[in-house]
């Protein structure tokens, strides 16, 4: 599996594969799970999945350079929206805390926020040259969005509005691709090429 997420209220897992496919699973009572959907709407590897933070609606990303919206109709699910705008692989994608925003990383090198408006979601900004090799990984903390460069290096970037502003660059984070980005709290974590996991204090003096 090239990417798993179990987020919503417990009720749900979503996985997700190299076989283009998405599963959304039931989490049951006892702890066990049942397959709920299957979709096939990617024509390539799906790269990543995401809950939205509050609400039943499922993100993937994709080889395909698609972002797909998955909800959910009459107890089954649906690809409700198809959002284009990269040119290569989407690698992974972060919503913001209230989920009406996401940001979107790919190996064209930029970065993609989305916002919504009457449920739709539509892309108001992108930005580039900030990493010179693809982007693997996005995350969007309470006060920074940080993102993972093929360059070796994490950015950490403000958000104002839709625009994302560079706030510091840390170059050579590892010693190869940095893979993944997350927060906890004003601690970020970082993994890499290098089989090495770094936590990151962000300094808020």
Same mark, same amino acid.
């Given at each position: 599996?090239?990417?798993? %997420? /179990?987020?919503? #209220?417990?009720?749900? &897992?979503?996985?997700?594969?190299?076989?283009?496919?998405v599963?959304i699973? =039931?989490v049951?009572e =006892?702890g066990?799970?049942?397959?709920?959907?299957v979709?096939?709407v !990617?024509?390539? +590897? @799906?790269?990543?999945?995401?809950? $939205?933070?509050?609400?039943a609606?499922?993100?993937s990303?994709?080889?395909?350079d698609?972002?797909?919206?998955?909800?959910?109709?009459? =107890? +089954?699910w649906?690809?409700t929206e198809?959002?284009s705008?990269?040119?290569s692989?989407?690698?992974?994608l972060?919503f913001?805390?209230?989920?009406d925003k996401?940001?979107?990383?790919?190996?064209d090198?930029t &970065?993609?926020?989305?916002?919504?408006?009457?449920d739709k979601?539509s892309?108001?900004?992108?930005i580039c #040259?900030?990493?010179?090799?693809?982007i693997y990984?996005?995350?969007?903390?309470?006060?920074? @969005?940080?993102t993972a460069?093929?360059? %070796?290096?994490?950015k950490?970037?403000?958000?104002?509005g839709s625009?994302l502003?560079? /706030? $510091?660059s840390q170059? =050579?984070? !590892?010693? #190869?691709?940095? %893979?993944?980005?997350?927060?906890k709290?004003n601690? &970020?974590a970082? /993994?890499? +090429?290098?089989?090495?996991?770094?936590?990151w204090?962000?300094?808020?003096?």
């Amino acid at each position: 599996s090239s990417g798993i %997420n /179990a987020e919503y #209220g417990g009720d749900y &897992l979503a996985s997700c594969s190299r076989d283009k496919s998405v599963w959304i699973w =039931d989490v049951m009572e =006892d702890g066990e799970y049942e397959c709920a959907s299957v979709l096939q709407v !990617h024509t390539q +590897d @799906v790269k990543r999945v995401m809950w $939205h933070p509050s609400e039943a609606t499922l993100l993937s990303v994709s080889y395909d350079d698609t972002i797909r919206v998955f909800r959910e109709f009459a =107890d +089954d699910w649906e690809c409700t929206e198809t959002l284009s705008g990269h040119s290569s692989t989407v690698w992974s994608l972060s919503f913001n805390k209230t989920g009406d925003k996401f940001v979107t990383c790919s190996d064209d090198r930029t &970065l993609r926020v989305w916002c919504r408006d009457q449920d739709k979601y539509s892309c108001k900004s992108s930005i580039c #040259g900030f990493h010179p090799r693809p982007i693997y990984d996005v995350a969007w903390g309470s006060r920074y @969005v940080a993102t993972a460069g093929g360059d %070796n290096g994490i950015k950490l970037f403000e958000a104002h509005g839709s625009s994302l502003l560079l /706030a $510091h660059s840390q170059p =050579d984070a !590892h010693n #190869g691709d940095v %893979n993944a980005v997350r927060w906890k709290g004003n601690l &970020l974590a970082s /993994a890499g +090429d290098d089989e090495v996991v770094r936590i990151w204090s962000l300094d808020v003096s």
